[in-house]
Nanobody, 125 residues
C-alpha cells in the first residue's frame, strides 16, 4: 500500500522560507517520479515541481529560482525548499508520485496516481 506523508507546513511572512518534507512507504520509491502539487483557496491543483529518480527536475514558472525539489531514494523522502515566499504561495501542498506519469514534465494532476493528505502553507504578514 502506497503511503505518502507530508510535514513542514506552517505560517510564514512574505519573503520567508519553509521546507516541506514527505516520507514514502509501501512501494519501490526509487522507481517513482515524485512531485509537489498545491491547491490555493478556490483554485484547482497545480504542479509546483517534479523530479525523476536520477534527480532531473522541472519547476512551474512561478517558482523557478526560489523553490528547490530534492529526493533521497535511500531514505524514501522528498523535500521542497521554498525561499522568498509570496502570499500567492498560500495553499495546501501535496506530495505525489507515480511509476510512469504521462508527460510528467507538464505536471498534470491526472498523471499522478498517488497523493499524500497535504500540508497547509500560509504566507501572510
Amino acid at each position: 500500500q502506497v503511503r505518502l506523508v507530508e510535514s513542514g507546513g506552517g505560517s510564514v511572512q512574505p519573503g520567508g522560507s519553509l521546507r516541506l518534507s514527505c516520507v514514502a512507504s509501501g512501494y519501490p520509491y526509487s522507481h517513482f517520479i515524485m512531485a509537489w502539487f498545491r491547491q490555493a483557496p478556490g483554485k484547482g491543483r497545480e504542479g509546483v515541481a517534479a523530479v525523476t529518480n536520477d534527480g532531473t527536475a522541472v519547476y512551474a514558472d512561478s517558482v523557478k529560482g526560489r523553490f528547490t525539489i530534492s529526493r533521497d531514494n535511500a531514505k524514501k523522502t522528498l523535500s521542497l525548499q521554498m525561499n522568498s515566499l509570496k502570499p500567492e504561495a498560500t495553499a495546501v501542498y501535496y506530495c505525489v508520485g507515480d511509476p510512469d506519469p504521462p508527460e510528467w514534465r507538464l505536471m498534470k494532476e491526472l498523471s499522478f496516481g498517488y497523493w499524500g493528505q497535504g500540508t497547509q502553507v500560509t504566507v501572510s504578514s
